[in-house]
């Protein structure tokens, strides 16, 4: 079945430097995906998504991209902001007509002032 | 809009007892689901529904059962409580399954964290 892993469990970065987490899917098929925030004690937040036919999508300080050859995406986060001190998940929805998202085990980003 | 509610926030069950965890929307989502998240772990699916009427099974289902009478509600029901669904439960609901371009964001609620002793 579909298999999303992370590379990292924790990322540490200096404020105001740009972070990179990364996140590899098994499933060729699968077309579309999340990348959700969550603070200790809270729910996931979503942050951004991007669908298979697209290789970039950007938002506010966020930027997700999207390797299909290798089955590979990516969250940037711009000029790391201590607010963004969370743990980061990727989702993917798998193709296979049965609408479930599965989840990676989350990296742990650490903003050091 | 309130969102999506979850209830209980916290709840100790012992081995065997049965409960079940409400999920509430008023956003008038088509799909709901559950997941549960275990120390360490990413989020697993449970069950889900696609609409009122709908549902199906997740990663991982077995001892949890779903309905969904109606848009609103999704509850999850544990029949016989066992250690090891000791774990924090998030209900999601998003608009639709389908791309709709951001109409697809998931909302989660806040969690209820249970402990079966």
């Known amino acids: 079945g579909e298999s999303v892993g992370l590379h990292l469990p924790t990322l540490s970065v200096q404020e105001g430097d740009n972070s990179i987490i990364n996140c590899a899917y098994s499933?060729?098929?699968?077309?579309?995906f999340i990348w959700y925030k969550q603070e200790s004690g809270k729910g996931p937040q979503f942050i951004i998504d991007?669908?298979?036919?697209?290789d970039k999508r950007q938002g506010q300080r966020v930027t997700v991209l999207l390797n299909k050859t290798v089955k590979h995406l990516s969250l940037q986060i711009a000029a790391t902001q201590p607010g963004d001190s969370a743990v980061y998940f990727c989702?993917?929805?798998?193709?296979?007509?049965?609408?479930?998202?599965?989840f990676g085990t989350g990296t742990r980003l650490k903003v050091l002032a | 809009n309130a969102g999506v509610t979850q209830t209980p926030k916290f709840q100790v069950l012992k081995t065997g007892q049965s409960m079940t965890l409400q999920c509430a929307q008023d956003m008038n989502h088509e799909y709901m689901s559950w997941y549960r998240q275990d120390p360490g772990m990413g989020l697993r699916l449970i069950h889900y529904s696609v609409g009122a009427g709908i549902t199906d099974q997740g990663e991982v289902p077995n001892g949890y059962n779903v309905s969904r009478s109606t848009t609103e509600d999704f509850p999850l029901r544990l029949l016989s409580a066992a250690p090891s669904q000791t774990s924090v439960y998030f209900c999601a609901s998003s608009y639709s399954i389908h791309w709709r371009g951001g109409y697809n964001e998931q909302f989660f609620g806040p969690g209820t964290r249970l402990t079966v002793l």
């Open positions: 989702a993917v929805l798998t193709a296979s007509g049965t609408y479930k998202y599965i």
């Open positions: 499933n060729s098929a699968s077309d579309y």
């Open positions: 991007i669908r298979s036919n697209m």
